[in-house]
T-cell receptor, first 113, second 113 residues
Framework: DADVTQTPRNRITKTGKRIMLECSQT?????MYWYRQDPGLGLRLIYY???????NKGEISDGYSVSRQAQAKFSLSLESAIPNQTALYFC????????????FGDGTRLSIL | AQSVTQLDSQVPVFEEAPVELRCNYS??????LFWYVQYPNQGLQLLLK??????LVESINGFEAEFNKSQTSFHLRKPSVHISDTAEYFC???????????FGKGTMLLVSP
């Protein structure tokens, strides 16, 4: 089984719908992250959490919200989806400290029509 | 604030040729540096990292990168590439005392026979 699991892997939805992307991990890491990937723009940080009670905005948090339900679970919500939120979304985890590498899920490909 | 520049969005090479993927960073403090690889339809995987010590770091599949503090660079090299090295490569930096990664926009390595 994968260490970092994202569900769903693919989702097509309509403008205005509420969407939740889920991430769970078995690595025992405290730190979890949500990124979006767009062609030519690399990965951009949406939100991150260093423990269950700690949630922080990243570079591009507008239009998104998150919930850290447990150490192992971190979900990303789009309250009212819009077409420019069409992207590939990645969840990642890491151990403590900036010298620790991040471990990524396989991504959720989200299309908003 | 840290930033990362990957000058080449795409690098086409022939199999068995050498390759260099360039990465420059900007930071006012000491940094940790990472290279990640993304194969099609997968998440990012850590390729190698520089934390401290020897400025030349190596991966298990023949890639190496050299930290050059004076030029603020961390270029990735391989003396002889294989078709299977075709992937997108991301350089990333984190600052000591700061706990998130900043990614470059990625370089697509295209290896042809």
């Amino acid at each position: 089984d994968a260490d970092v699991t994202q569900t769903p892997r693919n989702r097509i939805t309509k403008t205005g719908k509420r969407i939740m992307l889920e991430c769970s991990q078995t690595k025992g890491h405290d730190r979890m992250y949500w990124y979006r990937q767009d062609p030519g723009l690399g990965l951009r940080l949406i939100y991150y959490s260093f423990d269950v009670k700690d949630i922080n905005k990243g570079e591009i948090s507008d239009g998104y919200s998150v919930s850290r339900q447990a150490q192992a679970k971190f979900s990303l919500s789009l309250e009212s989806a819009i077409p420019n939120q069409t992207a590939l979304y990645f969840c990642a985890t890491s151990g403590g400290g900036p010298n620790q590498p991040q471990h990524f899920g396989d991504g959720t490909r989200l299309s908003i029509l | 604030a840290q930033s990362v520049t990957q000058l080449d969005s795409q690098v086409p090479v022939f199999e068995e040729a050498p390759v260099e993927l360039r990465c420059n960073y900007s930071s006012s403090v000491s940094v940790y540096l990472f290279w990640y690889v993304q194969y099609p339809n997968q998440g990012l995987q850590l390729l190698l990292k520089y934390l401290s010590g020897s400025t030349l770091v190596e991966s298990i599949n023949g890639f190496e990168a050299e930290f050059n503090k004076s030029q603020t660079s961390f270029h990735l090299r391989k003396p002889s590439v294989h078709i299977s090295d075709t992937a997108e490569y991301f350089c990333a930096v984190s600052e000591r005392g700061y706990s998130t990664l900043t990614f470059g926009k990625g370089t697509m390595l295209l290896v042809s026979p």
